[in-house]
């Protein structure tokens, strides 16, 4: 069976994203690690957040939440209509295939596949029409500049180039929400600062919300709102202009 063909979503200006007294502990007693505590957010639609703090403060928790990858002790997640805190597995499968994409920092691209390989996987997966699917592949490799490294594999491209294709393997089912996990890490300050700007062009032309759970200073600049995440707990927020 063929799926609908994919719209992409208009920026939106109610709430992408909502946390609601989250909490996540792993481990029991005296070993009990509280990565979350009563976490309470709201991700606007259409904006790029950057969400900070130290290694251990619950940055990547938080992401792995709302993409349903780890289910919360407490509390609510809604990621736009639907309760991911309440969902069954099969609905959290449909959630990460058509509504949220995710970007790793180790890029964890498939490596006997190309670049257009790794980006059509998603639209395999959604039974996309193989015409409409290649048209999507083409059109995303362009949109982060990587027409020409089509069919190289992920060893034949340098760290920036592999996560430009992790980027637009992300969007391929031009999900409403993008889920980025320290996007930056691997890659020098001067290609980091290149891949912070293709992210802030996606928010605004293909109309998505995206979370960017970070270290670099660089990302904080650039993103429209920073959020501040100590001890599983939200300790500062600012927006663009503040940081």
Do not use: C
């Amino acid at each position: 069976m063929t799926a609908e063909p994919i719209v992409l979503s208009p920026t939106g200006v109610g709430a992408a994203i909502s946390l609601s007294g989250v909490h996540k502990t792993y481990g029991q007693g005296a070993n009990a690690v509280h990565a979350l505590r009563g976490v309470d957010l709201v991700v606007p639609g259409g904006r790029l957040v950057a969400l900070t703090g130290r290694s251990g403060a619950g940055k990547s928790t938080l992401l792995s939440l709302v993409a349903g990858l780890k289910r919360a002790d407490e509390g609510r997640i809604l990621v736009g209509d639907t309760d991911v805190t309440a969902a069954a597995e099969s609905d959290l499968v449909a959630l990460r295939r058509d509504v949220v994409g995710v970007i790793y920092q180790d890029f964890s691209l498939l490596p006997l596949l190309t670049a257009e390989e790794n980006v059509g996987v998603p639209m395999r997966i959604r039974r996309m029409d193989p015409r409409r699917r290649d048209e999507r592949v083409a059109e995303l490799l362009d949109r982060v500049g990587l027409t020409g490294h089509a069919r190289q594999r992920p060893d034949e491209m340098s760290g920036g180039q592999q996560q430009r294709v992790a980027i637009a393997r992300a969007l391929a089912n031009a999900p409403r929400v993008l889920l980025a996990d320290e996007p930056t890490a691997q890659l020098d300050s001067e290609t980091g600062v290149r891949i912070m700007e293709l992210l802030s062009e996606v928010v605004s032309l293909e109309g998505v919300t995206a979370l960017v759970a970070t270290h670099d200073p660089l990302i904080e600049e650039m993103a429209d709102t920073v959020w501040h995440l100590e001890d599983g707990v939200v300790t500062e927020t600012a927006r663009r202009g503040d940081v």
